[in-house]
Every structure is written in C-alpha cells, then in structure tokens.
C-alpha cells in the first residue's frame, strides 16, 4: 500500500524567507497530492493541490511541485508572514480514493 | 469555519465509562470520516462511511464504534477506553466517495483517557 514520508518534522525560518516541505510516496499509482494547514485549535484545511498529469501549480506565494519519477512532491512557502505558523501535512490519495498522510512539518516563523 | 461542527470539544474520561463523539456537517456532503491524530504521527483513518453505508474499517478495537444515522451525522460511540487511545479525533467530511477529492475537517475533540 502507500506510504508518505515528510521532512523536516520541524522547520523555523525567519519571516520574509522561503519555506520548502518535501514529501515523498511509495505507490507510483498515486494521482492527487494535497497540503493541508492545521492550527492551533483547528482541523487540517486544505491550502494547495497537485494532480499527477501537471508538474507545478502556485497559488500566490503558496507553490507544490510534483516529480513523479522521484516520487516526490515539495510545498514551497514565499515571504513567510506570521500567520503562516501552523502544522502542514502532505498526503496522497492511494487506490481506494483514501488519503494516506505525512506525519506533518511544524513551520515557525521567526519575528 | 469549514461547516464541520464536533461536538464535545474537549473530553475525559475513565477507562470504564462509556462517551460518544458526535460530528454534523452543513456541507451536503455524502462521505464523512473518522480519523485519529497522535502528536508528531500521521493521521489514522479510522471510518469511512458513504451514503450512510460504512466503507472502511481500517483494523479499529471494537471498542471503538461508529454510527452513521444519515449523511449529516456521524458518531463516534466509546467504551472501555485505554490510556494510548487519548488523542485528537476528527471528523471529517466530502461531497462524494470516489470525487470530489477535498476532505473538511471539524476541529476535533480532545480525548483524555484516565
């Protein structure tokens, strides 16, 4: 079955930096790759997407690459604000339409 | 808010009590999910349930048991609970089984087993 792994589990960047959470996945079949935003108090929420049939899709200065040779997709995370401090899982969606979850990146910015 | 609602928000009890989560969601979904988050663990599916029908069972202790009593509701009833069951449960919901990949998430109840 899938697998996702994600890294850092941890990451604290300076606000106005980059931010980039990778994760990579074990069923080559796997099509659709979310990222979701947990904050305190909160359920996840869902902030970008990914099918396997693009390569890259931005959203603001949101941004999730895909490589399916590698199998592997990234968040990426322009001019840190505050607000984005939070919790981010990846996931992907195996043959039984599930969502198989990273174990999830806290990202702290840094004032 | 998502149009999720979990109802209690923040729960604890003894291993010999019996308590039920509820989730309702406002979103005229057909699936809804039961999921358990440990800390720095990934989501665990635990129920999946489609039309009111339960599709997955993902090798949850029967003590743990689901009701779907129609596509708006969902309960999570629990009973002789252990200490390692104390987690963050959420429920979940979306528009349809098979489609409509965006999962809407309540925000959990906090579960204390004593």
Same mark, same amino acid.
């Given at each position: 079955g899938e697998?996702?792994?994600?890294?850092?589990?941890?990451?604290?960047?300076?606000?106005?930096?980059?931010?980039?959470?990778k994760?990579?996945?074990?069923?080559?079949?796997?099509?659709?790759?979310?990222?979701?935003?947990?904050?305190?108090?909160?359920?996840?929420?869902?902030?970008?997407?990914?099918?396997?049939?693009?390569?890259?899709?931005?959203?603001q200065?949101?941004?999730?690459?895909?490589?399916?040779?590698?199998?592997?997709f990234?968040?990426?995370?322009?001019?840190?604000?505050?607000?984005?401090?939070?919790?981010?899982?990846?996931?992907?969606?195996?043959?039984?339409?599930?969502?198989?979850?990273g174990?999830?990146?806290?990202?702290?910015?840094?004032p | 808010?998502?149009?999720?609602?979990?109802?209690?928000?923040?729960?604890?009890?003894?291993?010999?009590?019996?308590?039920?989560?509820?989730?309702?969601?406002?979103?005229?979904?057909?699936?809804? &999910?039961?999921?358990?988050?440990?800390?720095?663990?990934p989501?665990?599916?635990?129920?999946?349930?489609n039309?009111?029908?339960?599709?997955?069972?993902?090798?949850?202790?029967?003590?743990?048991?689901?009701?779907?009593?129609?596509?708006?509701?969902?309960?999570?009833?629990?009973?002789?609970?252990?200490?390692?069951?104390?987690?963050? &449960?959420?429920?979940a919901?979306?528009?349809?089984?098979?489609?409509g990949?965006?999962?809407?998430?309540?925000?959990?109840?906090?579960?204390?087993?004593?």
């Amino acid at each position: 079955g899938e697998n996702v792994e994600q890294h850092p589990s941890t990451l604290s960047v300076q606000e106005g930096d980059s931010a980039v959470i990778k994760c990579t996945y074990s069923d080559s079949a796997s099509n659709y790759f979310p990222w979701y935003k947990q904050e305190l108090g909160k359920g996840p929420q869902l902030i970008i997407d990914i099918r396997s049939n693009v390569g890259e899709k931005k959203d603001q200065r949101i941004a999730v690459t895909l490589n399916k040779t590698a199998k592997h997709f990234s968040l990426h995370i322009t001019e840190t604000q505050p607000e984005d401090s939070a919790v981010y899982f990846c996931a992907a969606k195996d043959s039984n339409y599930q969502l198989i979850w990273g174990a999830g990146t806290k990202l702290i910015i840094k004032p | 808010e998502t149009g999720v609602t979990q109802t209690p928000r923040h729960l604890v009890m003894g291993m010999t009590n019996k308590k039920s989560l509820k989730c309702e969601q406002h979103l005229g979904h057909n699936a809804m &999910y039961w999921y358990k988050q440990s800390a720095k663990k990934p989501l665990e599916l635990m129920f999946v349930y489609n039309f009111k029908e339960q599709t997955e069972n993902n090798s949850v202790p029967s003590r743990f048991s689901p009701e779907c009593p129609n596509s708006s509701h969902l309960f999570l009833h629990l009973h002789t609970l252990q200490p390692e069951d104390s987690a963050l &449960y959420l429920c979940a919901s979306r528009a349809e089984y098979n489609s409509g990949d965006t999962q809407y998430f309540g925000p959990g109840t906090r579960l204390t087993v004593l």
